[in-house]
């Protein structure tokens, strides 16, 4: 239908079942699920990978450039990213090179933010987005989110807050006795709970 999905319903009906299914980390029990080219998925527990800071939002482009002045480039850009998703002190205390674990070092909504800035690194068309925002504050959840749609990111989302709300074209309510709509998301307005789940 074109836009970004809101995907909202009580716990417990398959919400972030669907979304994994369709990001390609569980089967689905039948049926065929066709996702396409270009498609990040973020949990709710990001993944941490071994290496730098820079290597934590590169990930999994792990190669080096191929001459110093695109290594550079790279690096800056990454540098500004980091501080669009509000990164700028673990970039200050540790540098691009500094070298951590990071699922300890970093708090949750520090390694939510890094998750941020893998997805505006690497620019995919769409983002599966499973409570990603659930450790960060109203302020830089608005502000992450901002961040995605002026990338032009087409987003399918689990969220908790009803601020979200307003980055989404379509809201899907999925229900216990497994249907569901898939309505605009200002014909919602009045009526459309996002709970928080846990």
């Not at 669009?84 to 070298?99: A, E, I």
């Amino acid at each position: 239908t074109g836009g970004s999905v809101l995907v909202v319903g009580e716990s417990g009906v398959g919400k972030s079942s669907l979304l994994r299914c369709l990001a390609g980390l569980w089967d689905a029990d039948e049926g065929e699920i066709f996702t396409p080219a270009g498609l990040v998925f973020l949990p709710q527990k990001p993944f941490m990978c071994v290496g730098s800071l820079r290597a934590q939002v590169c990930y999994p482009r792990l190669g080096e450039p191929r001459d110093e002045a695109s290594t550079q480039a790279r690096d800056a850009r990454v540098r500004d990213i980091l501080e669009r998703v509000h990164l700028g002190q673990p970039l200050c205390q540790f540098g691009l090179d500094g070298v951590e674990a990071w699922e300890d070092v970093l708090s949750l909504g520090e390694q939510q933010r890094v998750c941020f800035a893998r997805l505006l690194f690497h620019r995919p068309r769409f983002a599966i987005m499973d409570e990603s925002t659930s450790a960060l504050d109203l302020d830089l959840e608005e502000s992450c989110m901002r961040l995605v749609v002026e990338a032009r990111i087409t987003m399918l989302a689990v969220a908790h807050r009803p601020s979200v709300r307003k980055h989404f074209q379509h809201v899907l309510r999925m229900r216990r006795d497994g249907q569901h709509e898939l309505v605009p998301v200002e014909q919602r307005e009045s009526d459309v709970q996002v709970e928080r789940f846990t």
